[in-house]
């Protein structure tokens, strides 16, 4: 049954939580060195126009760096690099040399995918899609086998029905997500549900009624953007705040 849920987001309404976390603990003990020596934690962030518009991870990395240099009194931060492409999907970025010099060049210690609206919105997802995932999951850990991985769901996103004249599920969307979630169950990699976390099928209709999205169904404006990046915020501290 689809999920239909308010748009206020708070971890007490979902189950907003990094999922299998076990996936990040060097992450979490590079967090705790911080109690006694200087650390950065390098993160790389890929991902399509969702991360392009700057107002998603800069917002996250803005928290995260507020939070825990107040914590480690200025001894931990976090240096987030993107690498986002409008209109990309798992398959181009797998064959993208520019992911490969980037990883080589930084060897992040968390490397954050945000990828699928495009291969919702095209036939990529129809085809062998874990597959697909898996090929850009393997290229990650061979080139920087040392950097730990935490895979975001596509949020929702609806398509215009011409003929009935109203923007319509797509039901690809849903599909995606769940397909990224056996993947990273199966492979026990960390993965936020961005698609729950938003409200599930359907929920983007309330995000544009109440002006946290743009006119297009598929993304969001800044406000919008920012309430994501403070709800992925909440689920990771709250993962990585746990004692080893």
């Avoid at 790389?44 to 009194?73: C, P, R, V």
């Avoid at 997802?125 to 730990?148: G, M």
């Avoid at 849903?174 to 979630?181: C, D, G, K, R």
Wanted: charged share 20%; with cysteine; aromatic share 10%.
């Amino acid at each position: 049954m689809a999920v239909n849920r308010a748009v206020a987001i708070s971890s007490q309404d979902f189950d907003n939580q990094i999922h299998n976390a076990s996936g990040l603990d060097l992450v979490r003990q590079r967090i705790h060195m911080a109690n006694s020596a200087l650390t950065m934690i390098k993160v790389l962030h890929i991902g399509d126009s969702h991360i392009k518009s700057g107002f998603f991870s800069e917002a996250i990395m803005q928290k995260l760096n507020d939070y825990y240099g107040q914590k480690y009194n200025g001894r931990l931060f976090f240096n987030f690099q993107t690498v986002c492409k409008i209109g990309t999907k798992y398959t181009d970025y797998d064959q993208l040399n520019e992911l490969n010099a980037q990883l080589k060049n930084d060897l992040p210690d968390l490397v954050i995918i945000s990828l699928g609206t495009n291969d919702a919105f095209s036939e990529s997802s129809e085809t062998d899609f874990y597959q697909k995932v898996d090929h850009l999951i393997s290229k990650i850990k061979s080139v920087s086998p040392n950097s730990q991985i935490l895979i975001t769901t596509p949020p929702d996103g609806l398509k215009f029905d011409k003929r009935r004249g109203i923007y319509t599920a797509l039901p690809e969307v849903e599909h995606v997500t769940n397909v990224l979630i056996k993947y990273a169950d199966d492979h026990n990699i960390a993965y936020w549900d961005l698609h729950q976390v938003m409200g599930g099928t359907n929920s983007m209709s309330s995000w544009y009624q109440k002006k946290l999205a743009m006119p297009d169904h598929v993304h969001f404006n800044a406000k919008g953007y920012g309430i994501l990046a403070q709800s992925f915020f909440e689920a990771f501290i709250t993962s990585m705040d746990k004692p080893n």
